[in-house]
């Protein structure tokens, strides 16, 4: 059994590398990609595609081009859990054979803690970044409550 950890770092905002045994998992696959970029991480390690309906919900992507568009670059496995460990298999995208054909199993608890610490970071980046940017759904330009005192009290009826 292989030991997951996993290692923030300020690529393309806030990146995060998956660690196997200590080594990012683009080195241990060989596959010239880095680490997670944040905003693709909604409650789990990113499905594929991020965003809209999985082809296969078991995949997940684990590294991404160092420019953080998963589009340019990323490979994927299946994500495959029993109630004590996760095996991480099928790697897809830019390995090569050899990587393909890794497994790495984890301790499910290990996994786990790593996920759910990832979510966290991930998801306080985000906040960090709604309050600096414009309201998400664009509101109008002029808050309600505003207009309405220009234009005096409601009337009470
Ligand atoms: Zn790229």
Redesign the pocket.
Known sequence: MSALAYRSSSDNGLSFDLLVDGVALGEVLGDGNEGIPYWIVEDDLPHWPPHGTPRDPEYRIVTV?????YG??HTRCRVIKTADTVALRDFAGDVGADGAARVFTFSRSGYEQVVSEIVAEARHQKETNGEQSAPPNGGPATPVENSRLTEGPPSVS
Do not use: K, R, V
Request: one cysteine or more; hydrophobic letters at 0%; proline letters at 0%.
């Open positions: 081009c160092s420019c953080g568009e340019c670059g």
